[in-house]
């Protein structure tokens, strides 16, 4: 065998070598591509795991202001005369149990039970993790004080288009007037405007290391 074939295989190979690591690769990307909500794989805990530290008033009660907001009732909503009526246009027959309604009324719709925790509720509507992602990761207080380790492990800090994921003419309760725009348009979903209706701030001055809190 002369040197120069020996070259031409050691190129096959690492062709060959190549092409297997990008097929791969395009198999991961589409995999990750596949997952709803951008759970990214990591498991549901549920609203109550959260409230255990977000329902104290030192870091701003974000239990209780999501509660009281309409993403907590969204489930519930779907058992009234109007998501019936709705429902029966669309050619649903119940709205709590089909697809067509509760993808954007519900979180972790479409995850199996084996991903999400013993307690989680899925008739508790929009909860926390529907906009900050899977938590069984991100939830322990040493991980959620740091925002870059938080992110790693599956924390969501909400974009536009995250909302745009339910809020869009997909909905039956799309309103292209809902929104007036500086500019005097209108809008069926404005984030800045949205974002100020649903806001459960931490206080200024928070500080999570006086707590005390156990992780
Ligand atoms: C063990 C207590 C604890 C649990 C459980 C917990 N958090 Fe937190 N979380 C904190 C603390 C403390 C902070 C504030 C960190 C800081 O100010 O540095 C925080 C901050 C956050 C932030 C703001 C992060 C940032 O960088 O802006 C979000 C969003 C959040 N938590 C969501 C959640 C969600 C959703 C859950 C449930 C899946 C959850 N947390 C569970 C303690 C907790
Ligand atoms: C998983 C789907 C989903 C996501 C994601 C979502 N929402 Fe909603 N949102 C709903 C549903 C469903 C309702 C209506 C619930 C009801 O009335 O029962 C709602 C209601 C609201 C309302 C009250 C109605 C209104 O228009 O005044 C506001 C404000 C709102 N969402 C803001 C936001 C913002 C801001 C984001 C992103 C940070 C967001 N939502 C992400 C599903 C979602
Ligand atoms: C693409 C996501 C999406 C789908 C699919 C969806 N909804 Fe909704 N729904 C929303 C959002 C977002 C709101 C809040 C809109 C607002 O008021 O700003 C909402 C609000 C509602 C409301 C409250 C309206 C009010 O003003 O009182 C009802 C009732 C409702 N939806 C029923 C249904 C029914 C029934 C289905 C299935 C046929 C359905 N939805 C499918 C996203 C969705
Ligand atoms: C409909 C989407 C949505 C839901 C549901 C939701 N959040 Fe948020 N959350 C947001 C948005 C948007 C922000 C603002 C992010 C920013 O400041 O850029 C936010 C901010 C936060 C912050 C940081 C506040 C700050 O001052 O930095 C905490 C903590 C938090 N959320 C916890 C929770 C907890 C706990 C729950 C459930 C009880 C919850 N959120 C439910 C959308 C949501």
Redesign the pocket.
């Known amino acids: 065998m002369d040197s120069k074939s020996i070259f031409d295989r050691r190129l096959i190979h690492a062709f060959l070598g190549l092409s297997a690591l990008g097929a791969v690769l395009l198999a991961l990307a589409l995999l990750l591509a596949k997952s709803a909500?951008a759970d990214e794989g990591h498991d549901f805990v549920g609203y109550q795991k959260c409230k255990t530290c977000h329902q104290k008033e030192a870091i701003g009660n974000q239990f209780g202001v999501w509660l009281e907001?309409?993403?907590a009732?969204?489930y519930?909503?779907l058992g009234t005369e109007k998501a019936k009526k709705w429902g029966a246009e669309a050619g649903v027959d119940n709205p709590q149990t089909d697809d067509r309604c509760i993808k954007?009324?519900?979180?972790a719709h479409g995850v199996p039970n084996e991903r999400v925790s013993n307690k989680f509720d899925r008739t508790a509507?929009?909860q926390c993790e529907?906009?900050h992602g899977a938590g069984k990761d991100y939830r322990k207080k040493k991980i959620m004080m740091d925002r870059e380790k938080a992110i790693a492990k599956g924390l969501i800090i909400?974009t536009?288009e995250?909302?745009t994921?339910?809020?869009n003419d997909e909905?039956p309760?799309w309103d292209e007037k809902?929104y007036t725009l500086a500019d005097g348009s209108t809008s069926g979903f404005d984030?800045e405007q949205?974002?100020k209706?649903?806001a459960h701030p931490i206080p200024e001055g928070y500080d999570p290391a006086a707590t005390g809190e156990a992780d």
Do not use: D, N
């Open positions: 909500f907001s309409r993403h009732k969204a519930e909503t954007c009324h519900s979180t509507g929009v529907s906009c909400p536009a995250l909302c994921g339910c809020h909905s309760a809902a984030f949205a974002v209706k649903i």
